[in-house]
């Protein structure tokens, strides 16, 4: 029996490869959801379908590679015509938290080098207040407690409370993202203010990137048994 929530991640993906027009420069996404697409785009592929995908992950990459869609990278291919990613969570403003897969930088690359960004997710993704799943937070290896001292007031000058840990790999090391660095996850429950919390994560010189998505999803495709709901723009 297939797993209702990865149904739906399909049914979202599925949509999303009807937005796919020949000749489209395409960010591919990380994380399940996208990964359904990225296979769903093989297949397109292998019937004929021309297009160029700009992986978020070295994890991406090999699934697009083993499935023969032809790549390119941001300084061959700056600018794209539309990204296909997951998300953490999004608010009904079309904000999201991403980087539960460790990609958030290269995600956050690619979608701002994109004409539109459209996320696909299940149900369970969908939150009144951001924060229930905690937010990511990439920064350099050096100066890491420090960074995260700064992390934790800035989360506190915005309204946010909680802890921020240094995310481990399953045998206990250090995570190391695909650019070298670390990842802090702020279990904050809520964040009222996200614009502020992401302005002052902004401005602590160890931090390399947050998950705050702000600005960047035209349209969120979200799945559930009973079928697909478009919130935003698909145009
Ligand atoms: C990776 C991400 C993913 O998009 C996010 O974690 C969602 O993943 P999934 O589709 O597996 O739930 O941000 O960094």
């Not at 599925?14 to 093989?42: E, I, K, N, Q, Y």
């Not at 100066?143 to 007031?153: D, F, K, P, Q």
């Amino acid at each position: 029996m297939i797993d209702p929530a990865e149904a739906a991640k399909r049914l979202a993906a599925a949509r999303a490869v009807d937005l796919v027009m020949p000749g489209m420069r395409l960010g591919l996404g990380t994380g399940s959801t996208a990964a359904h697409f990225v296979a769903l785009l093989g297949e397109r592929v292998a019937h004929g379908l021309k297009v160029i995908g700009v992986p978020t992950s070295e994890r991406t990459r090999e699934q697009a590679h083993a499935l023969n869609i032809p790549l390119s990278t941001l300084d061959e291919t700056p600018e794209l015509d539309l990204t296909i990613d997951g998300a953490d969570e999004f608010d009904p403003q079309l904000r999201l938290i991403k980087g539960g897969g460790a990609a958030l930088l290269r995600e956050k690359i690619v979608a701002a080098a994109s004409t539109r960004m459209v996320v696909v997710t299940d149900r369970s993704k969908q939150v009144a207040t951001l924060g229930r799943f905690p937010l990511p937070v990439e920064v350099d290896r050096f100066g890491l407690e420090s960074s995260r001292r700064h992390v934790i007031a800035a989360g506190q000058a915005t309204g946010c409370a909680g802890t921020v840990t240094l995310r481990k790999t399953s045998d206990g090391h250090v995570l190391v993202t695909d650019g070298g660095h670390a990842i802090l996850d702020c279990a904050f429950g809520s964040i009222p203010d996200p614009d502020a919390l992401a302005r002052a994560l902004n401005a602590i010189p160890g931090v390399v990137e947050h998950g705050l998505f702000i600005g960047l999803a035209k349209a969120i495709i979200v799945a559930d048994a009973a079928g697909v709901e478009v919130i935003g723009d698909l145009t």
